[in-house]
């Protein structure tokens, strides 16, 4: 009799082990597949918003509205950094992430339209 219920012991474990394996792999499924999409929506945001032309006028009004309380009015820091030169210092994507991700804290992530971000981006490169 030991060796029939052993013999149920381990196929009752080893159906549990699958189950508790695939929910993982599809819970590991799922994080990827939110990650893969977030990743290709993120690239589509820098691929349209690097394939406008800004203004600098445009940007520097967005610039006084949303950025002046840390970067200063002349963007020279105060609780940010100097943001002149910092088109030298990082590339176009780079400046894209920072700006929507608030990637370097204490700054804030910003919703930003790939029109408004052409043109920030525009006034960016006006500051070198």
Do not use: W
């Amino acid at each position: 009799m030991s060796t029939s219920s052993s013999s149920a012991a381990e196929r009752n474990f080893k159906r549990e082990f699958f189950k508790v394996l695939f929910i993982v792999f599809v819970v590991l499924l799922i994080c990827f597949l939110i990650l893969f999409v977030n990743k290709y929506e993120n690239n589509k945001y820098i691929i349209e918003t690097l394939d406008l032309n800004g203004s600098a006028k445009e940007g520097d009004a967005l610039f006084k509205v949303n950025c002046v309380g840390c970067h200063g009015i002349t963007a020279r820091g105060l609780v940010g950094p100097d943001l002149h030169s910092i088109t030298k210092r990082l590339n176009d994507k780079e400046i894209i992430k920072q700006v929507t991700g608030g990637l370097t804290p204490p700054m804030p992530s910003f919703e930003i339209d790939p029109v408004n971000m052409s043109n920030l981006l525009k006034y960016l490169h006006s500051l070198e």
